[in-house]
């Protein structure tokens, strides 16, 4: 045998089909394993050796759910991802993506929808942005040092605003013409032609956009009709690609046409991917419809639905009323609409603004995802000390008032100095472990690289991971670890049609070693880290380093032991944009500093 680049020796190995784990050594040679062995792997000189005792070798985890379009042109490592041992991503969701559109309309989609600081979202796109069609981009993310692999969605809002123009898209009265509609489809078939995984589409009306222009319209897609909605499934139809979709919240019933794109008894089926399976507080009858409407979809329909959940509690923070669950409703949204604070407390401190308020906060039958509690509402940073740690709710009872005028009293005093958290859904425990074993249910909605103050969900897998093996421990099973390993690797990536998620003989070599040691309850708490790319602003965070030994990434350890490997995603990139159907085992050589200034 020739000497082998790299020896992960003597982990319990899972090659992400689900199958059980065993005992072996993984040899790596140019980026692929070459050899599993249940006998010790001898090194040559120049093997590096990742030590696995009593640890789990597994394929690294992919992320399909993310918004790393902006980032990853400033901060190709996206390190927070892979510190956790994530070594794929998938960006273009929701109907956004960087593709088609102006900077400038790329920072109005993102920005209000994906709580993105607009000014650095605008202005990593005027830096990186020369191109104008998918292969373009493909090119440009190629010539990054990518830390993961990167594949792709072509979001329907991007392309509809690129081909009608960002104020037609999103006016209500106009229609996207036949000449139009072609033109999006012929968009579409050459992000397809360049390797996109399929397209993201919105019908929930909910997301906004941000900027001077056309502040709080819905965003395009969700302006789309039926006929165009068609269109674009007989494309990807054709093509055998995937829809990403989020659907109509106020209207929960065009679920139906997702649920009836997917069905194939009398055409090919589509592979649709829907967000999202959550046992909500707000609605907790919910949770018991998601496997019956994939079983209807698939097993009667003929179709190939699935469902994206998170596996951990759904946890928001806030700095004062900036939160996408106030978008729900009307008088949120107006609050949202003014970005100026002196504005914003005008309008709060309004009386006939807070009737508005109270009257929609109590509504009781509004279509919702936030269950408007603010005795679940926990006050977490404040400039008045005494009030850190009690709720929302408990203030308003001490000072005799109604719980809206309490919190806005408390925005308008101490605006986003005000800071509080609250639990959105996946709070009951055994729900949460029979929801992520249903048929139709995979992983997803991560949201990584988005809600930068709101939410951090960047170590997902881990968090699975952490209540398999407590669950294990205290003799209480809901899943084996191998098929934990196969729902955040090998399920993903035969769904989604790239290579990924597997680390048999011939596979590239995209691993992360776990040391289960190392799962406690710290894997769900609270950090934050500077953030340089966007002006070393503070955003969430996760940091487990005692759960992820090592991220393996095309066969080169980028992350181990909580450091990374210098010049990685600066001088050093590993990753590459992974095209939809591509042949298993493909590699592109790592790069290092020389190779990347000569691309």
């Known amino acids: 045998m020739n000497e082998l680049d790299l020896i992960i020796r003597g982990g319990t190995y899972f090659d992400g089909t689900g199958a059980p784990g065993v005992v072996a050594d993984v040899g790596v040679t140019d980026g692929r394993v070459t050899v599993v062995s249940p006998t010790a792997l001898t090194p040559g000189p ?6 696995a005792a009593g640890q789990w070798v597994m394929p690294g985890f992919v992320d399909a759910h993310t918004h790393y379009d902006a980032e990853v042109q400033v901060a190709p490592g996206l390190n927070e991802s892979v510190r956790h041992g994530v070594t794929t991503v998938l960006v273009g969701n929701c109907s956004l993506s960087t593709v088609y559109s102006t900077p400038l309309d790329i920072a109005d989609l993102f920005s209000r929808v994906e709580a993105l600081p607009r000014t650095h979202v605008l202005g990593a796109l005027e830096e990186a942005k020369t191109w104008s069609t998918p292969q373009g981009w493909v090119d440009a993310l190629e010539r990054l040092p990518l830390g993961p692999h990167v594949a792709s969605f072509l979001g329907h809002s991007d392309v509809r605003a690129s081909v009608m123009g960002m104020g037609r898209s999103t006016d209500p009265a106009q229609s996207a013409s036949r000449g139009e509609q072609a033109e999006i489809e012929r968009r579409l078939e050459d992000a397809l032609d360049a390797g996109f995984l399929g397209i993201s589409t919105m019908t929930n009306p909910w997301d906004k956009l941000d900027g001077d222009r056309y502040r709080s319209r819905s965003l395009p897609s969700t302006y789309s009709s039926w006929k165009e909605f068609r269109g674009l ?19 929960k019933y065009d679920i139906a046409f997702y649920l009836a794109t997917a069905m194939g008894r009398v055409r090919k089926p589509l592979k649709v991917s829907l967000l999202a399976a959550a046992d909500t507080k707000a609605e907790p009858w919910v949770q018991r419809i998601f496997a019956p409407l994939a079983f209807i979809a698939n097993k009667i329909g003929g179709g190939q639905f699935t469902w994206q959940h998170l596996p951990t509690t759904f946890r928001v923070w806030a700095d004062g009323i900036d939160l996408v669950v106030f978008e729900e409703f009307g008088s949120g949204r107006e609050a949202l609409h003014l970005r100026e604070e002196m504005g914003r407390n005008e309008l709060l401190d309004d009386e006939a603004y807070r009737r508005w308020f109270r009257h929609d906060f109590d509504k009781r039958f509004s279509p919702r995802v936030w269950h408007r509690d603010f005795d679940d509402a926990e006050i977490t940073e404040c400039p008045d000390t005494e009030l850190i740690g009690m709720m929302i709710g408990q203030v ?11 919190y806005l009293d408390l925005v308008v005093e101490h605006g986003t100095k005000l800071r509080w958290k609250t639990n959105i859904a996946n709070t009951r425990p055994k729900v949460q472990d029979q929801l992520v074993n249903r048929y139709g249910i995979t992983i997803g909605f991560s949201d990584a690289g988005a809600h930068l103050r709101n939410m951090a969900f960047y170590n997902f897998g881990i968090r699975l991971l952490n209540r398999v093996h407590q669950a294990q421990v205290t003799g209480k099973p809901f899943m084996t670890v191998e098929k934990a390993v196969f729902k955040l690797t090998g399920e993903l990536g035969d769904f989604y049609g790239i290579d990924a998620g597997r680390i048999q003989v011939g596979d590239r070599a995209d691993i992360v070693v776990v040391d289960p040691a190392g799962l406690s309850d710290d894997v769900d708490g609270y950090h934050e880290a500077l953030m340089p790319a966007f002006g070393d602003m503070s955003r969430m965070v996760n940091r487990n380093d005692a759960a992820v030994t090592a991220t393996i990434v095309s066969g080169e350890p980028v992350f181990e032991r909580g450091e990374f490997v210098e010049g990685y995603g600066t001088t050093l990139g590993t990753g590459r944009f992974l095209r939809a159907g591509e042949p298993r085992g493909t590699v592109a050589p790592v790069r290092r500093a020389e190779q990347l200034v000569a691309q």
Request: hydrophobic residues 30%.
């Open 46 to 51: 120049g093997t590096r050796v990742v030590e």
């Open 233 to 251: 499934s007989r494309v990807l139809r054709r093509r055998g690609r995937v829809l990403q979709g989020v659907p109509n919240l106020n209207k």
């Open 396 to 406: 308003a009872r001490d000072r005799g008032v109604h719980p809206v005028d309490c």
